[in-house]
């Protein structure tokens, strides 16, 4: 059974930084895609980043420019390199992964608070 394990949340003032890590265990399965999704107080969860298997990326207009997704295939991680944090990005981030045959999976959040 795939499990996704999100790492590397946490607070931090505005202009911080924070790297998420989500590494696939349980099974090495090929990803069609994988990213980032997050979910504030009181809003609904919103894609923040995705990385396809080839290479290409899709950012949600308020993090362009700030953050970065990354992915190593071989090791089913994927990651979002955050930087000039605000505090509207504080949010539960959650990693998310879709295989080519339309199997999805969550992983269970990991916090992220900025604040001064």
């Known amino acids: 059974q795939v499990q996704l394990v999100e790492s590397g949340g946490g607070s931090v003032q505005p202009g911080g930084s924070l790297r998420l890590s989500c590494a696939a265990s349980g099974s090495m399965i090929s990803f069609r895609h994988m990213g980032w999704h997050r979910q504030a107080p009181g809003k609904e969860r919103e894609l923040v980043a995705i990385?396809?298997?080839?290479?290409?990326?899709n950012y949600v207009d308020s993090v362009k420019g700030r953050f970065i997704i990354s992915r190593d295939s071989a090791k089913n991680t994927v990651y979002l390199q955050m930087n000039s944090l605000k505090p509207e990005d504080t949010a539960i981030y959650y990693c998310?992964?879709?295989?080519?045959?339309?199997?999805?999976?969550w992983g269970k959040g990991t916090l992220v608070t900025v604040s001064s």
């Open positions: 998310n992964a879709k295989t080519w045959s339309g199997m999805e999976y």
């Open positions: 990385r396809t298997s080839g290479g290409t990326t």
